[in-house]
């Protein structure tokens, strides 16, 4: 069964930094196209990011965002930097494909 843990969400200022894990386990991400995803209040869920050699990104977060992976830790990371309030969402990770089940995702929370 595979189970997917974000963490490294929290309160953060507009403009500052922030970097959110997601470890995977049950399976091997080597090679799946790996994604970041949020929701905001009221809205529909969105891909913000994903990886799979390259990269792409939503853009929105584009120039402020960057996804990476560790194939052997069976992780994957968002670092998102100069955050707005509109960033503020539950940050899920997920592939692409929508594979698994979600976790319970990272809340991110941009205020001043």
């Known amino acids: 069964q595979v189970r997917v843990v974000e963490s490294g969400g929290g309160l953060v200022q507009p403009g500052g930094p922030l970097r959110l894990s997601c470890a995977v386990s049950?399976?091997?991400?080597?090679?799946?196209?790996m994604a970041w995803f949020r929701q905001a209040p009221g809205a529909q869920r969105e891909l913000v990011a994903s990886?799979?050699?390259?990269?792409t990104y939503a853009d929105s977060v584009k120039g402020r965002a960057t996804i990476s992976r560790d194939n052997v830790k069976n992780t994957v990371e968002l670092q998102m930097d100069s955050l707005k309030p509109d960033d503020t969402a539950v940050y899920y990770c997920?592939?692409?494909?929508?594979?698994?089940?979600w976790g319970q995702g990272a809340q991110v929370t941009v205020s001043s």
């Open positions: 997920n592939t692409k494909g929508l594979s698994w089940d």
């Open positions: 049950g399976t091997k991400i080597r090679y799946s196209n």
């Open positions: 990886i799979y050699g390259s990269t």
